[in-house]
């Protein structure tokens, strides 16, 4: 099985956590793609794919994504599955903490595809996030804060891949 991996990053952190998660899914083979420079449509060509998106200022979509936003509409991602995870500084934005993560998501659900990798919000303080679920004790996917807890990081992707990789494997 081969899953791709989307990103768009503006100050390479995102970039960076889509490596680690690429490096976690080993030996699964995964394709890195940055949605600034290779066709979003690329995501049909998986089964299981995982986006990353960082949140900007006030709950706003990274440039990258942005720019292809609409060009989602026109994917029909009818029985793919799916996961994302988001940077976000909780400290800086607690009102709109991994909002962006939350816009990613209902848009992929909106697309016909199915989310996996719903991350537990204990250990982190926000405000507000669009992306929190279930009375705010669950995100959409996996938040990361390489602002206010970097030293965090390495433990909740290994943890995240391990968890989409299993609920991946309960749906075959």
Same mark, same amino acid.
């Given at each position: 099985?081969?899953?791709?991996?989307f990103?768009?990053?503006?100050t390479g952190?995102?970039?960076?956590?889509a %490596?680690q998660?690429? /490096?976690q899914?080993?030996?699964?083979a995964s394709?890195l793609?940055?949605?600034? &420079?290779?066709p979003v449509?690329? @995501?049909?060509?998986?089964?299981l794919? @995982? +986006?990353?998106?960082p949140?900007?200022?006030y709950?706003? *979509?990274?440039a &990258?994504? %942005?720019?292809?936003?609409?060009e989602l509409? !026109? *994917?029909?991602l !009818?029985g793919? #599955?799916f996961?994302?995870?988001? +940077?976000?500084? $909780?400290i800086?934005?607690?009102?709109?903490?991994? /909002?962006a993560?939350?816009l990613?998501?209902d848009?992929l +659900?909106?697309?016909?595809? !199915?989310p *996996?990798g719903?991350w537990? =919000?204990?250990?982190?303080?926000?405000e507000?996030s669009?992306?929190? @679920?279930?009375?705010?004790?669950?995100?959409v996917?996996l938040a990361v804060?390489? &602002?206010?807890? #970097?030293? *965090? =990081?390495?433990?909740r992707i290994?943890?995240? +891949?391990? $968890?989409?990789?299993n609920?991946?494997?309960? !749906?075959l």
């Open positions: 099985m081969s899953i791709g991996i990103f768009g990053s503006t952190n995102t970039e960076d956590v %490596e998660i690429q /490096d899914l080993v030996p699964l394709n793609h940055n949605i600034a &420079d290779e449509n690329l @995501i049909q060509d998986y089964p794919f @995982i +986006c990353g998106i949140t900007w200022d709950g706003e *979509l990274q &990258d994504w %942005e720019d292809i936003w609409e509409d !026109t *994917l029909d !009818t793919k #599955h996961a994302v995870f988001g +940077c976000g500084d $909780q800086g934005y607690p009102e709109w903490y991994q /909002d993560v939350g990613l998501h848009k +659900c909106g697309l016909g595809a !199915t *996996l719903y537990p =919000t204990k250990g982190y303080k926000f507000k669009l992306a929190a @679920i279930a009375n705010n004790s669950r995100f996917g804060d390489e &602002d206010n807890q #970097h030293e *965090l =990081t390495e433990g290994a943890d995240w +891949c391990q $968890q989409v990789i609920e991946y494997n309960a !749906t």
